[in-house]
């Protein structure tokens, strides 16, 4: 009943800079906290930083200071700006949302297709 939407990933050099937009669509009654995940090879799953409905953030230890998480509620649309993106960020970057579907009388987690981001020289 909700579909996420990932845009933004690229190949960039150290340094340099992307923003990650992840837009929820379909029959939504709320959406409550949003986040973005990344899992690079051989690496397990971690959060790279949560926003919840209300605005406040968490972020992972190695993002912080770097990143920035951010959301529209108007347009259901969670972004990360990512600022002096190193080569331990190449990640595939997942976006979550925590939504309940107009069908259903509870929340459940959707996640985005992923997106590819590359640090490089």
């Known amino acids: 009943q909700v579909q996420l939407v990932e845009s933004g990933g690229g190949l960039v050099q150290p340094g340099g800079s992307l923003r990650l937009s992840c837009a929820a669509s379909?029959?939504?009654?709320?959406?409550?906290?949003m986040g973005w995940y990344r899992q690079a090879p051989g690496k397990q799953r971690e959060l790279v930083a949560s926003i919840t409905k209300g605005g406040r953030t968490d972020y992972a230890d190695s993002v912080k200071d770097r990143f920035t998480i951010s959301r529209d509620n108007a347009k259901n649309t969670v972004y990360l700006q990512m600022n002096g993106l190193k080569p331990e960020d190449t990640a595939v970057y997942y976006c979550n949302v925590e939504a309940r579907p107009r069908s259903w009388a509870y929340e459940h987690l959707y996640w985005g297709q992923g997106t590819q981001v590359t640090v490089s020289s």
């Open positions: 379909g029959s939504i009654f709320s959406i409550n906290a």
